[in-house]
């Protein structure tokens, strides 16, 4: 790449050789001239000394002469011409050599005989010179001497031929000194132009190189103008114009790159983790701290719409504002929202002020400030979260490109906001709702358990009794079917009321679901829990509540008790006694205290000793047999995959339910190989059939500690052909939150070998959140408990859609369980839940074929 230096000395040097050039040029011009001049002054020469000659002849042969006087003439001809620069030759044609006889001449070459065949005068151009010949053409008085001859032919040839190389030498010699005299004119012009081009040039690049030095960001690219600038040359006038036009079309496009940079560290940091959801305010507070390190920024705000006309707005300060200029910005942003249509008919914003960082002076604006430099974002409908509008106060200069890049910044704020408060709501919806119950606010089963773990170890280590009660409703079912669902739950919750005004403070009162709910009596003995136990029953013959038809419903209670450690040690020993106290109450007459004596005791292990049994024999009779639940695509309907649960066959047509033997199972560590009865029974039914649908299977918590398990499933689905994928083990967070470590690790290694994997009953425990964080899971089931309550609770409703939008975040399919009728699967298509199942959808079945076909038909 050449430098202007360089081009400068291409110009001097292309002048000087430009007048080389002419100089060369001319003299070779001229001198071609010259010889031109030359040759034809040496042709009429020569055609004049032969004319002259020619003449001679004539004259003297008219007179008549002798062979001798015309040899002595032709003697004096050519010797005449040796000091001359010419020499002229005669040749006697054919006609006179026979008349007279041949003479001494040259030998007749071709520009002789061209003559004498044609009759007129020819030339030639010979080494060094130019050579003329003539004809001698008879005449009438030729005839007198030339009797054989006729007028007009030719007698002979006269030659004549100049010698040039005298003449051209002095021509040339003659030419070279005006030549040389004028020969340094071109090169004074060619200097001269040289000199004004490189002092134009010189000039355009100086002007061009102030302002390209002047521009050190994007918006100096303003201070170009090379458009009022003329530079003597139309091309160089127009090549300044494109420049500035550049200029201008790059502040358009060009962003400065300390911007750029602090757009990409300030993405960096747009990464959602649960730090970041714990605190969302503390996390728009960082961003305002980095974001002033490019802009000062004083302002950030957020604006969620909470309901109808009803707005939380969120302002973030930098530092502290004065009193006058808080007030301004709430003005300003509450005018900017009734300007804009979606926002005409607001009528209450509740204002929150969080401040990035406390120290620093206090910020103080006027008005004109607030309202020439905050920029807004809004939206026509909300976004995550409930966002609906994002704004920004900022020193900015009106900048278009800074302006565009601050608007993308907003763009982006405007999710990330909305999506961290969307993501901090249904935290807490999960917190809340992972240990209670929504219907009546108190604590579910999953935390029951939790708690009464807790309470064994502590009343072990205190040594110590407790009590736990079972309750159940009499006929709860019948005020159900009677007065409808609805009614049913306000029965429900009138109900949770009695008991918990029964309770000491310290008692813990949970709905382990449906209509039964449990107590923990810390610290109390049997008569204590007896006499809480009739005070519930005293309550519950008090309520009454009045039905849509108005007519006054009552219901009563059985109560089942077990005291730790008399009748059991064990968390689930103490409620399995609880339960069947409950029960012996209910059979002997309902609405009483199952209270316990020796023999109960004895017979309620003696009918736990015979289950046990009961299960053992059927494990190896394999009597355990799978039934097949259909679950349906809600978006496509058809049914797309079947959960796999469990029954046993007793003797005759009765079935043991999975409820009543599956903690038995596990307590007395047969489960696994339940499991492995059932899924082979599963596998074979699916091989037969052609089945190439999801299967769902219930994991046992059990199969964390065994290492054969995962091996024992792989030799299963070889053994049937059944590919890992087609299966998807179900896990609960029963029995496996002290193990999650290892339940991290047991899952990977499922995963890793193509199996999928479900969430059962999400949202009923402690560890759904922890599940999703840290497990790679493909399905979520929603707990029966919010589908069933979701049409008639609000509360229910809220979370079960709060669910569907976590995991359609999370790229994980949600399904609604307990999907009973068809005004609730409509609501599960409203909320975005692609599967559903319950008894709408199909009832379980042992024959697969069956099972689909009947939901099949049933959903048509």
Not at 840 to 851: E, K, N, V
Request: glycine share 6%; charged share 25%; net charge negative.
């Amino acid at each position: 790449m050449s430098s202007f230096k360089t081009i400068k000395a291409f110009i001097l040097s292309a002048a000087l050789g430009v007048s080389l050039v002419l100089f060369l040029g001319m003299y070779l011009v001229t001198a071609r001239v010259y010889d031109r001049a030359v040759n034809e002054s040496a042709a009429s020469l020569a055609d004049t000394v032969a004319q002259g000659t020619f003449n001679a002849m004539y004259q003297i042969m008219r007179r008549g002469w002798t062979r001798e006087q015309m040899e002595e003439f032709i003697a004096a001809i050519q010797s005449s011409s040796e000091d001359a620069t010419y020499q002229v030759d005669i040749y006697r044609g054919d006609l006179v050599s026979a008349r007279f006889g041949p003479i001494q001449q040259p030998p007749i070459d071709a520009l002789v005989e061209r003559t004498l065949f044609r009759g007129k005068p020819q030339s030639e151009e010979v080494p060094g010179g130019v050579r003329s010949a003539r004809p001698l053409i008879a005449r009438v008085e030729c005839l007198r001497c030339h009797s054989n001859a006729q007028s007009g032919d030719v007698l002979g040839v006269i030659t004549v031929q100049q010698e040039l190389a005298p003449l051209v030498a002095k021509a040339k010699s003659d030419l070279l000194l005006p030549l040389l005299l004028i020969a340094p004119l071109p090169f004074v012009v060619a200097l001269g132009v040289a000199l004004f081009l490189n002092r134009r040039i010189n000039d355009s690049l100086n002007v061009l190189q102030g302002n390209i030095d002047a521009v050190n960001k994007v918006s100096d690219l303003t201070n170009i103008e090379l458009h009022h600038i003329d530079l003597g040359f139309t091309e160089l006038n127009t090549l300044f114009a494109k420049v500035e036009e550049l200029a201008t079309k790059l502040r358009g496009v060009a962003v400065d790159k300390e911007l750029l940079e602090f757009e990409i560290r300030l993405l960096e940091k747009f990464v959602i983790t649960s730090e970041v959801v714990r605190d969302w305010r503390e996390y728009v507070g960082y961003l305002m701290v980095d974001i002033n390190k490019v802009i000062d920024a004083y302002t950030l705000f957020s604006i969620f719409k909470v309901d109808d006309e009803l707005f939380d707005l969120e302002i973030f300060w930098i530092r502290p504002p004065s009193a006058t200029t808080r007030a301004m910005l709430e003005e300003s942003v509450h005018r900017i929202l009734s300007s804009s249509p979606q926002f005409s008919d607001i009528s209450s914003v509740t204002i929150n002020h969080n401040i990035a960082q406390a120290d620093g002076p206090e910020i103080v604006l006027d008005h004109a400030d607030i309202e020439l430099q905050t920029k807004t974002l809004l939206v026509d409908t909300p976004k995550i979260g409930g966002i609906v509008g994002i704004g920004v106060h900022a020193a900015l200069k009106r900048d278009e490109m800074r302006m565009l890049v601050i608007e993308s910044i907003l763009s982006t704020l405007l999710n990330v906001v909305g999506s961290v408060k969307a993501i901090y709501k249904y935290t807490k919806d999960l917190e809340f709702y992972a240990t209670r119950d929504p219907l009546t606010n108190l604590y579910n089963q999953r935390l029951f358990w939790e708690m009464l773990g807790y309470e064994v170890n502590r009343a072990e280590r205190h040594n110590y009794p407790f009590a736990v009660l079972v309750i159940d409703l009499d006929n709860f079912k019948a005020i159900n079917d009677s007065y409808g669902h609805a009614f049913g739950d306000r029965f429900l919750q009138a109900f949770a009321n009695c008991i918990h005004g029964a309770l000491r403070n310290g008692d813990v009162l949970a709905r382990y679901g449906g209509d039964e709910f449990v107590v923990i009596l810390p610290e109390s003995s049997a008569e204590q829990a007896y006499a809480v136990s009739e005070r519930i029953l005293a309550n519950s013959a008090d309520l009454s509540l009045q039905s849509p038809d108005l007519a006054t419903v009552q219901a009563t209670v059985s109560i089942g008790i077990a005291i730790y450690p008399e009748h059991a040690k064990d968390p689930k020993d103490l409620f399995l006694f609880a339960d069947n106290m409950m029960y012996k109450a209910k059979t002997g007459g309902k609405n009483r205290i199952g209270f316990p004596t020796a023999e109960d005791v004895v017979e309620v292990f003696r009918s736990i000793g015979e289950k046990s049994l009961i299960i053992a024999n059927a494990i190896t009779e394999k009597r355990v047999v799978p039934y097949f639940q259909p679950i349906l695509d809600v978006t496509h309907n058809r049914i797309i995959a079947v959960e796999v649960l469990s029954r046993i066959h007793l003797d005759g047509a009765q079935v043991m339910g999975a409820h009543e033997f599956i903690e038995i199972a596990e307590k007395t560590g047969l489960i696994h190989k339940l499991d492995y009865v059932v899924m082979e029974k599963t596998f074979e039914q699916v091989r037969s059939t052609g089945y190439d649908g999801k299967l769902f299977i219930n994991l046992s918590p059990r199969a964390l500690v065994l290492n054969e398990f995962i091996p024992e499933v792989k030799r299963l689905t070889a053994a049937y052909q059944i590919a890992p994928a087609q299966i998807v083990f179900e896990i609960t967070e029963r029995d496996t939150v002290k193990n999650i470590t290892l339940l991290e690790q047991f899952v990977n290694d499922l995963k890793l070998e193509g199996f999928g994997l479900a969430i059962d009953d999400f949202g009923s425990g402690f560890s759904s959140f922890h599940y999703l964080k840290r497990f790679p899971i493909d399905y979520v089931k929603i707990e029966g408990d919010f589908i069933v309550n979701m049409i008639s609770d609000p509360r229910d409703r809220a979370f079960v859609h709060s669910i569907a939008d976590l995991a359609q975040q999370l790229g994980i399919q949600a399904l609604a369980e307990f999907v009973e009728n068809e005004e609730v699967l409509e609501h599960i298509r409203l909320a975005g839940i692609p599967y559903a199942q319950g008894y709408h959808i199909g009832h379980p079945s042992r024959d697969l074929p069956a099972a689909l076909a009947a939901a099949g038909q049933q959903n048509k």
